[in-house]
């Protein structure tokens, strides 16, 4: 088997509200806007999809995983080249909280500032959840 090995950074921020409410909003795909920037200011869905036609990226299309006990939010992204981003997110029970957690993975041809940039774009969208999941 021939793999190529990416980078992969944990990008993680705990939230005051259990696991389970933080799931709840996170995976409702039309929470996205609220909290995740950079899929754009609106989200709707056609034809059984999710689309969002405003992102930085130009029309995009995300699909989550099945809905699920476990916490899981991995989505996946499908730019307007055709090419897909596989994003694995957990929401995790942490006490009375939950951390979520976002693994940021290189993407091939990603220079060392635009993984940079990614890492800080995400980490905002993390802590904007938070922000909205901790003053609900």
Do not use: C
Not at 63 to 76: C, I, K, Q, S, W
Not at 101 to 116: C, G, S, W, Y
């Amino acid at each position: 088997m021939n793999s190529v090995s990416r980078e992969s950074r944990h990008l993680s921020v705990h939230i005051d509200r259990t696991a389970d409410d933080v799931y709840a909003y996170a995976s409702n795909p039309v929470n996205l806007p609220a909290w995740a920037r950079g899929l754009g200011g609106s989200i709707k869905e056609i034809d059984g999809q999710w689309v969002a036609e405003s992102s930085p990226m130009g029309r995009v299309v995300v699909a989550f995983v099945p809905r699920n006990e476990l916490g899981v939010l991995d989505h996946e992204v499908t730019l307007p080249s055709g090419e897909t981003v596989y994003n694995p997110v957990r929401a995790i029970s942490d006490g009375e909280g939950s951390e979520v957690v976002f693994t940021l993975r290189r993407q091939p041809e990603t220079t060392d500032a635009d993984f940079e940039r990614d890492a800080g774009m995400v980490t905002d969208d993390l802590n904007r959840l938070r922000e909205l999941m901790e003053s609900a």
